[in-house]
């Protein structure tokens, strides 16, 4: 049975940081293609970053670029995002989504169907 867990949200002041992690069980991620979504109440849920198979392509979201960072560690099973310089506006739970699709290519941002699993979500609230 596959399982994604995330973890690492909670609350931070306007400027800080957070590294949220993914975890998967039931299946080898290294296999998969990972992305981060965020969603809010009333809202579709927006792609933020993907990160391709082996780790060597990625794409980002305009309103993060430069603050935050995919990364995966297949060898155990693991992907993160590290997020710098939060803002109010990165209020979301934060899903990680995992995509069967070819090693060389990136996931797009855009449609949250087109990936298999997903984890329950971790709450990063951005407050002063």
């Known amino acids: 049975q596959v399982q994604i867990v995330e973890s690492g949200g909670g609350l931070v002041q306007p400027g800080g940081s957070l590294r949220l992690s993914c975890e998967a069980s039931g299946i080898t991620l290294g296999d998969y293609a990972t992305a981060w979504f965020r969603q809010t109440p009333g809202k579709d849920r927006e792609g933020v970053a993907s990160?391709?198979?082996?780790?060597?392509?990625?794409r980002y979201a305009g309103s993060i670029k430069g603050r935050f960072t995919i990364s995966r560690d297949n060898t155990v099973n693991t992907a993160h995002l590290q997020m710098n310089s939060l803002e109010p506006e990165d209020t979301a739970v934060y899903y990680c989504g995992i995509q069967m699709m070819s090693p060389t290519m990136t996931p797009s941002l855009h449609d949250p169907r087109a990936y298999n699993w997903w984890g329950q979500g971790t709450q990063v609230t951005v407050s002063s």
């Open positions: 990160i391709s198979q082996r780790g060597d392509n990625y």
